[in-house]
Antibody, heavy 122, light 108 residues
Framework: QLQLQESGPGLVKASETLSLTCSVTGASIWSSSYFWGWIRQSPGKGLEWIGSFHYSGNSYNNPSLNNRVTIAVDTAKNHFSLELTSVTAADTAVYFC??????????????WGPGTMVTVSS | SYVLTQPPSVSVAPGETATITCGGNKVGDKSVHWYQQKPGQAPVVVTYDDSDRPSGIPGRFSGSNSENTATLTISRVEAGDEAHYYCHVWDDSGHHVVFGGGTKLTVL
């Protein structure tokens, strides 16, 4: 069974970089069958897509995040990461990693991690 | 950018049918997915590609999509269906994933 698990600091200072990791079990990030992505949810608010990628190099990011997003794959481990630069209080949210399968950017997010709360402090 | 509009809230009595809409310009031309999210949990897909249902999701959940409105229908609503529901599409022109604002379903 495919499982995802987010990890990273729960507290980040304003203006610094938020860094999270998504560990995947039950599937290979290098499989052609999946798109992998990050979604966040501010407290009491709705879902906001951050970005998605395929191992082939095909990737998409939310333009509203003004190029602050980097999603990368760890070549040695079966996980991928999120970096969000120049954070502000508006970036305080629960961050989810998820996967779209079959592999296409218009597919549903079929599997999700439980999410990790990140608070930006001043 | 592409916008999906959902009613903020829908209320229904147990055993009745809940209808949650997701409006968008020519959304009928896109594949729409619906998620259920309960407090403190990750979203779970309840229908995908307009009307398909993942294994494990009861047949009471069904989806449809036409012209400018996609609809999630929950028949014979149960107390356990109380949750937030979100629709989701891929915006071809803007190259980004779009979620609706979410609908809170209250079971009276």
């Amino acid at each position: 069974q495919l499982q995802l698990q987010e990890s990273g600091p729960g507290l980040v200072k304003a203006s610094e970089t938020l860094s999270l990791t998504c560990s995947v079990t039950g599937a290979s990030i290098w499989s052609s069958s999946y798109f992998w992505g990050w979604i966040r949810q501010s407290p009491g608010k709705g879902l906001e897509w951050i970005g998605s990628f395929h191992y082939s190099g095909n990737s998409y990011n939310n333009p509203s995040l003004n190029n602050r997003v980097t999603i990368a794959v760890d070549t040695a481990k079966n996980h991928f990461s999120l970096e969000l630069t120049s954070v502000t209080a508006a970036d305080t949210a629960v961050y989810f990693c998820a996967t779209q399968t079959p592999a296409a950017i218009f597919r549903a997010f079929q599997f999700w991690g439980p999410g990790t709360m990140v608070t930006v402090s001043s | 950018s592409y916008v999906l509009t959902q009613p903020p809230s829908v209320s229904v009595a147990p055993g009745e049918t809940a209808t949650i809409t997701c409006g968008g310009n020519k959304v009928g031309d896109k594949s729409v997915h619906w998620y259920q999210q309960k407090p403190g949990q990750a979203p779970v897909v309840v229908t995908y590609d307009d009307s398909d249902r993942p294994s494990g999701i009861p047949g009471r959940f069904s989806g449809s999509n036409s012209e400018n409105t996609a609809t999630l229908t929950i028949s014979r609503v149960e107390a356990g269906d109380e949750a937030h529901y979100y629709c989701h599409v891929w915006d071809d022109s803007g190259h980004h994933v779009v979620f609706g604002g979410g609908t809170k379903l209250t079971v009276l």
